[in-house]
Structures are given as structure tokens and as C-alpha cells.
């Protein structure tokens, strides 16, 4: 049987470094699950797609083939068969991840191989449904939460290390209505399983939450 550790919350939340430290620690698999949800939504972009019309999405959605696969630990998410990890970074397709993510037929195909790549291997997979509907017999299930400030300064400290302008104030708003968004649709919304441990990082390192992490695999 292979352990799974799923780890949910907003973005900016510090998921995918703190997994990332969880996986080389424990030699588990990391799957970031926002990552087939973006790759998803660049080949929208890529078609053309309305995004403000769901059967379109729903329809296209079949057209995509998504698969993820590893380099050096790292994962890469291939779309069509090409590695898209350096295009799938971007504010375009971060609104556009958020409303293609809404439509059940997306969810449905990404649920799928998620589920799977789970059953395979012992992994730590984040995102924002996956102790709910994904993986709900996770061994360890985690809420992985920041408040809308410290996460917004995260993304900009980023963004500005990588040379892009950016203010602060309009990321902070994006952040805000990503999370209306991600926890009020109809669709697998963001919320706390009833079993999950909340962990908030607005004061503590990622290397505190993993840490934190890790000693509760070893008492769960
Ligand atoms: O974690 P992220 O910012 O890379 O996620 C991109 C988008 O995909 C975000 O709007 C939420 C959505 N998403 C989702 O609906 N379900 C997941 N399991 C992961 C991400």
C-alpha cells in the first residue's frame, strides 16, 4: 500500500514548497495537481477557447492530453506531448486555471490521474480537493492556510525576484478573488476536510511546516 499525504489550502499558502521539502525528506513523489489544472487551462488559451462558456471547455477538455512525468525529482507536466512547466507560471493562465477549473468534465479527467498516480506510489499531492474528493483516504490530510497579506507579499517578493513589476496591492486583489472563487463554486471547492490538520504559515517558515509535517506522519 502506498502512504499518500495530501495537502489542501489557497494559493500562496506555501503548498508546493512545503511538499516539495516532504517528498525529498521522505523520498515520496510530488504531485502538484495545480499544475494539470493550469496545463488544462493553457490549452484553452492555446484554442482559443470562451472561457466564460463552460460546454465549450467541457468539449475541448477531451482534446488535452495531460500526463506529468519526472526529471531529476522534478515534475514536469506534459501537454500534447510537449513539457509546458515554463509556460504554465504566468497571471493569464492563473485566472485562466481558476474558471476552466470550475467545470465538472475538467475535474473529472484530472481526478482520474491524480487518483492514480496516488495508488502507484507513495506520494505527497497538493491542492485544493484533495483530502475532500481526490485522495479522501489520505494517510495524513493537511490545511495549508496564510493570510491574504503574507500570501500576496509572497507572490510579489517572487515575481519582483524574478525581475517582473508588479504591485502589490492588485496581486493582493487577484489572491482575494481567486479564493471566492476556488470556495464558492458549485464543483469540489476549497475547504477543510473534517479530518485535516490546519496548519497556518503567515508565521512560520516552510521549513517549520514541513517539519511540523513530517513528525505527524510519524505519529499519525
Ligand atoms: O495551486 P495553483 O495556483 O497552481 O492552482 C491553479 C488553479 O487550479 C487554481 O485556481 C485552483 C485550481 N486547482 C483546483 O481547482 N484543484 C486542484 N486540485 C488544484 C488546483
Not at 521539502?21 to 494539470?36: C, F, H, N, P, S
Not at 477557447?49 to 482534446?63: F, G, M, S, V
Not at 492514480?116 to 490530510?141: S, W, Y
Not at 503574507?150 to 486583489?173: H, M, N, W
Given at each position: 500500500m502506498?502512504?499518500?499525504i495530501a495537502?489542501?489550502?489557497p ?10 521539502l516532504?517528498?525529498?525528506?521522505k ?9 494539470m489544472?493550469?496545463?488544462?487551462a493553457?490549452h484553452m ?8 462558456k463552460?460546454?465549450?471547455i467541457?468539449?475541448e477538455c477531451e482534446n488535452?492530453?495531460?500526463s ?5 525529482g522534478?515534475q514536469?507536466?506534459?501537454?500534447n506531448?510537449?513539457?509546458v512547466n515554463?509556460?504554465i ?9 481558476s474558471?476552466?477549473s470550475v467545470?465538472?468534465?475538467v475535474?473529472?479527467?484530472?481526478t482520474s490521474?491524480q487518483?492514480?498516480?496516488?495508488e502507484e506510489q507513495d506520494?505527497v499531492?497538493?491542492g485544493?480537493d484533495?483530502?475532500?474528493k ?5 494517510d495524513l490530510?493537511i490545511?495549508?492556510?496564510a493570510?491574504?497579506e503574507?500570501?500576496?507579499?509572497r507572490r ?9 513589476v508588479?504591485?502589490l496591492?492588485a496581486i493582493?486583489r ?6 471566492m ?5 458549485a464543483?469540489?471547492?476549497?475547504k477543510?476536510a473534517?479530518d485535516a ?5 503567515s508565521?512560520?517558515s516552510?521549513?517549520e511546516a514541513a ?10
Amino acid at each position: 500500500m502506498s502512504y499518500n499525504i495530501a495537502i489542501d489550502g489557497p494559493a500562496g499558502a506555501g503548498k508546493s514548497t512545503v511538499a516539495k521539502l516532504i517528498a525529498a525528506r521522505k523520498g515520496y513523489i510530488y504531485v502538484d495537481t495545480g499544475a494539470m489544472y493550469r496545463a488544462m487551462a493553457l490549452h484553452m488559451l492555446e484554442k482559443g477557447i470562451d472561457l466564460t462558456k463552460a460546454e465549450d471547455i467541457a468539449a475541448e477538455c477531451e482534446n488535452a492530453d495531460i500526463s506529468i512525468r519526472y526529471e531529476d525529482g522534478l515534475q514536469c507536466v506534459i501537454l500534447n506531448g510537449v513539457n509546458v512547466n515554463d509556460r504554465i507560471r504566468t497571471e493569464e493562465v492563473s485566472a485562466a486555471a481558476s474558471r476552466t477549473s470550475v467545470v465538472p468534465e475538467v475535474r473529472k479527467k484530472l481526478t482520474s490521474l491524480q487518483k492514480k498516480l496516488a495508488e502507484e506510489q507513495d506520494v505527497v499531492m497538493d491542492g485544493r480537493d484533495i483530502g475532500t474528493k481526490v485522495l479522501p483516504n489520505a494517510d495524513l490530510k493537511i490545511f495549508l492556510t496564510a493570510g491574504a497579506e503574507t500570501r500576496a507579499k509572497r507572490r510579489f517578493d517572487e515575481l519582483t525576484a524574478k525581475g517582473e513589476v508588479c504591485d502589490l496591492q492588485a496581486i493582493q486583489r487577484d489572491i482575494e478573488d481567486r479564493d471566492m472563487r476556488d470556495m464558492t463554486r458549485a464543483e469540489a471547492p476549497l475547504k477543510q476536510a473534517e479530518d485535516a490538520v490546519l496548519i497556518d504559515t503567515s508565521h512560520m517558515s516552510a521549513e517549520e511546516a514541513a517539519e511540523e509535517i513530517i513528525r505527524l506522519t510519524e505519529t499519525a
